[in-house]
């Protein structure tokens, strides 16, 4: 077969691919489009007053995997650690705030408030426990969990980022929101 038919044959081909592909992606479309809003996007809960939360904190880093030798690899592990006095600040401005009641225990908790560090910002997501169990407990997913949850609060970055700073801003910027929110009822 010469070197002009096979290219002729793999461009015709390549367009065939193209073309079912297109017409799958419309066919999705479509059904994405005809469900019902319960099925297509997941319901996200608006926070009330009085409603119970759950407060997790946490750092997650890459750390370098080395062989025997101690040499690095150019692969990376993650490794979580739950920051307990990010937790605490956090806890202290909710309960200060006293919009909801803070649960001792998860399974005792209307939402959970997740709280992911990093050096300089902070970002807090309201998600429903089933969200938390399965997307961070389970199988650590941020997309999943951003995308479950209903709210997604930031601050940050800070020159000076302390931890107390930083959980200030996150939960002034929730607290902003919800009041935001109850206003516009």
Known sequence: M?????????????????VAAGSQHARGQEAVASAPDSVARPQRAAVRAGQSLYIV????????VTNDNGEATGRFREYFDTNLDAERKVRKRMEEWRYFRIAEKPSEADFVFLVNLDDSS???????FEAYRTHYKEKYDIDALRDSASGRYIAGPLKLATITRLSDRLVKEFRESVDAGRARK
């Open 122 to 128: 902070i970002e807090g997501l309201v998600i429903p």
């Open 57 to 64: 904190a946490f750092t997650r880093t890459l750390l370098p």
């Open 2 to 18: 010469s070197a002009k038919l096979r290219s002729h044959l793999f461009s015709a081909l390549a367009l065939l691919l193209l």
